[in-house]
């Protein structure tokens, strides 16, 4: 019976044969490494095994820079070696768990919403885990002047508005809508 891997893989083939790339192999290495966000895998002992270019940019160093270092010392959060880290618990519990945290980086603070998931040899065995990491700065941007305007209203000044200009797309519909 087929793994769900190779499932997975015949489906990535199948998918390129019919968009006119047949022969051509394309790797999973490949695919992480132009997703526009962080996405690092990790061994059982939370070594870095891979790091996207996105992922080494955040941290200020090399994908290849990034392999071997602990992922702790490249994201730097407050989950990081703590019960929760969103790999940590994705490894013990063989599941997928995400979360908001803040990573301490070369450029500053950045809040982020990471979710680990954890990796599996052939025979299902957990190997490691793999994060990706999205930044949710402008969230929290939105959150915090939304919480400004409540508690505005709180305090009588029912005036008080939202500078929209502040905010694109969703977020400016949103603060518009308050």
């Not at 450029?107 to 025979?123: H, V």
């Not at 957990?126 to 939304?146: A, N």
Request: net charge negative.
């Amino acid at each position: 019976m087929a793994t769900t891997r190779t499932k997975k893989a015949a489906a990535v083939k199948t998918a390129a044969a019919k968009a006119g790339q047949s022969g051509s192999e394309v790797s999973c290495e490949e695919i992480l490494g132009n997703v526009p966000t962080p996405v690092m895998a990790v061994d059982r002992e939370f070594n870095v095994i891979y790091m996207n270019d996105a992922g080494a940019a955040a941290v200020g160093r090399t994908p290849e820079a990034c392999v071997g270092q602990k992922c702790s010392s490249l994201f730097n959060t407050a989950h990081c070696n703590t019960a929760d880290c969103q790999v940590a618990k994705a490894m013990q519990q063989n599941s997928i768990f995400t979360d908001d945290t803040v990573a301490k980086l070369p450029s500053g603070e950045l809040p982020i919403r990471c979710t680990g998931l954890p990796l599996k040899d052939a025979d299902g065995n957990v190997i490691g885990g793999l994060e990706y990491v999205v930044d949710i700065s402008k969230e929290m941007e939105v959150t915090t002047e939304l919480g400004d305007l409540v508690q505005a209203a709180v305090e009588g000044k029912l005036a008080a508005r939202a500078d929209v200009d502040k905010f694109e797309g969703n977020y400016q519909r949103i603060v518009q809508g308050v």
